[in-house]
């Protein structure tokens, strides 16, 4: 071993040994105190939330520290004098007479864009109050909306105000919010989680929840509101707006494009964040599973990955590892192809690779993938009307369905077909999600080996191992990628706020480009909403955005599936990158600057 080398392991060991006698020391500390006799931690009561959590977040890992130090890279308009301006009105992505008939006061109004300031008079910011929420599960980069959100209103009047509201839309139902102060903002930039202020699910829909967020919004003098979530949660966003502007409050609400799935996209909306550090980790965790198949030579990683409704993110991991056989929902939808043939279509990947002597391989699929066959579908509607009346025998569940459903209905290995009985969620449907498909796959692939070798086929060995990769990917250290997306939408919302917008999604675009190049504005959210049909009723909701088999990303794809098949080329992407020139996007968004191009 060189000098240098053994210096650097040195160093690295010392480091390492000093990093966790402070931990210990520190913990130590908090449980004796000064004195060295042990005293209680103060009751939760007794605190208010910004100090418990700072609290939280004292022992920090030599990465974590670092990273609060990462200044995100943005326009430089967002850092100067820009002006607001209004492009043509708008209409509805579809249904827009029932689109209008419910958003009366904001339905039509036009884009917006932020452009470089061209002579009009240049005054310091407005002294603004602005209040925050984080809806739904965690993405990567959520804290840096809010410092995004912060800088740009504290930068340009001291005396503006940030709240931030507790533990998601409850919050704003109950009052419950704390003050943003630098430090409680400083401890978060460029850190992953939802845990500054907390997250939840809470949809504000009745009469009585509408009538408290009024009453929180007027007690707090509120200018602005910021929504940060998905499409369920800005689509609550634009009816709040409506709610607010129809009873003439001042309160402004924009919302921001967060979900891990990428089903936030569209024309307007290039892409959600979240989404690029998700696909990083999970392309870090599949590619190592690639490389221990072909190391171990005996096993087969089935993988399942977030994504229930859209198949983005399986999509992107398969272009970034290159496994064996990836299903796509929406391919499996247009191909109207059966459970049945999706499990052959696994069992004869498995044979042809035994037939080169590879008895080990890699499969991933998304976790919403069995809700896109036709046959489980039919199958499913069906359990959902036999089962409205209340509890049913498993015999007399078979006795009620028609032919075709019983047939696949018995196929199923019967713990899942009980539990397509049982899990129901408050509406009476099967929650589907929580099936774990790949375990599924696995037991009826082994199914179909053993009847093969019972009828005196000659079967490899399979020996196969289920993965499910979801929780492991949302509150991640955000890659600079999200980091300066997300700090860039929090001083758009910001922007749009104090520009007396309402009713609008706070934008980037051209994010192919370096940060540097990025242009910003803001859409209505009413341009991409549609009417579905949830819970028995017709509702506005902003469309999903699924897989588009004609999308340049899926096109990549499916000509390069087939040379992965019976081959080793896994790609091990590797951790995630933070060095000053860690700046790769995902393959998805690099392939549209591609289809535009071409």
């Not at 924009?254 to 696909?279: W, Y």
């Not at 796509?328 to 049945?340: C, M, N, S, Y």
């Not at 890699?362 to 809700?371: D, F, Q, R, T, W």
């Not at 609008?504 to 051209?510: D, E, G, R, W």
């Amino acid at each position: 071993m060189s000098a240098a080398v053994a210096t650097s392991a040195a160093d690295a060991m010392a480091r390492a040994k000093e990093a966790a006698t402070n931990v210990l020391n520190a913990a130590s500390a908090k449980v004796t105190g000064n004195g060295g006799a042990a005293v209680a931690p103060p009751s939760a009561a007794s605190e208010d939330h910004a100090t418990r959590i700072l609290a939280s977040v004292v022992h920090k890992s030599p990465l974590h520290s670092a990273r609060l130090s990462y200044r995100p890279r943005t326009p430089p308009l967002l850092r100067g004098c820009f002006q607001v301006v209004e492009g043509e009105p708008t209409s509805a992505e579809s249904d827009a007479d029932v689109i209008r008939s419910l958003f009366p006061v904001l339905f039509g109004q036009p884009t917006v864009a932020l452009v470089p300031n061209r002579g009009t008079p240049v005054t310091m910011g407005n002294v603004l109050r602005v209040g925050f929420v984080l809806s739904g599960g965690p993405a990567s980069g959520g804290h840096n909306v809010i410092s995004g959100l912060w800088d740009h209103l504290v930068d340009r009047n001291m005396d503006s105000k940030v709240f931030g509201f507790i533990d998601g839309p409850s919050g704003i139902c109950t009052g419950t919010y704390t003050e943003m102060t630098a430090e409680l903002i400083n401890a978060f930039r460029n850190q992953g989680g939802f845990h500054m202020v907390g997250s939840g699910r809470t949809k504000i829909s009745t009469p009585e929840q509408f009538d408290a967020a009024r009453a929180t919004v007027k007690k707090l003098q509120l200018d602005g509101l910021v929504v940060i979530g998905g499409d369920d949660s800005n689509t609550n966003a634009m009816l709040l707006a409506e709610n607010f502007a129809a009873n003439g409050l001042k309160t402004r609400v924009i919302g921001c494009p967060k979900t891990i799935d990428g089903d936030l996209r569209n024309q307007h909306v290039e892409m959600s964040f979240g989404f690029d550090t998700a696909t990083k980790v999970y392309s870090e965790l599949t590619g190592n599973l690639g490389l221990d198949a072909i190391s171990a030579k005996k096993t087969y990683h089935f993988v399942r990955l977030m994504g229930r409704s859209a198949s983005h993110i399986t999509l992107e991991v398969a272009l970034q590892t290159h496994p064996n056989l990836t299903l796509i929902g929406e391919e499996v939808e247009a191909k109207r192809q059966t459970l049945a043939q999706c499990v052959n279509s696994m069992v004869e990947l498995i044979l042809e690779r035994a037939a080169l002597g590879k008895n080990y391989g890699l499969i991933i699929l998304p976790e919403g993938v069995i809700e896109f066959m036709p046959d489980v579908c039919a199958l499913i509607q069906q359990l959902n009307d036999i089962l409205a009346g209340g509890s049913v025998s498993f015999d007399e569940v078979v006795v009620k369905l028609d032919a075709e459903s019983r047939n696949l209905f018995l196929l199923l290995p019967r713990t899942f077909a009980e539990q397509l009985m049982m899990d129901r969620d408050p509406h009476g449907n099967v929650q589907v999600s929580k099936i774990e498909s790949e375990r599924l796959f696995i037991e009826m692939v082994t199914n179909d080996l053993t009847k093969r070798k019972n009828a005196g086929e000659k079967v490899p060995p399979f020996s196969p191992v289920a993965h499910f990769f979801g929780y492991e990917g949302r509150a991640s250290l955000p890659s600079n990628f999200d980091c300066n997306l997300c700090y860039s939408l929090g001083n758009v919302a910001a922007a749009l706020i104090e520009a007396g917008k309402t009713g609008y999604i706070a934008t980037a675009s051209n994010l192919t480009s370096p940060p540097e190049e990025w242009k910003c504005g803001g859409f209505p959210l009413t341009m991409m909403m549609n009417i579905e049909r949830r819970k028995g009723k017709n509702v506005p909701v902003i469309k999903k955005a699924l897989v588009v088999l004609e999308q340049m990303a899926f096109k990549i794809f499916a000509e390069q599936r087939d040379s992965w098949r019976l081959t080793e080329d896994y790609r091990c992407p590797g951790p995630i990158q933070y060095g000053a020139d860690a700046n790769e996007i995902t393959i998805t968004l690099a392939s549209e600057e591609k289809a535009t191009k071409a």
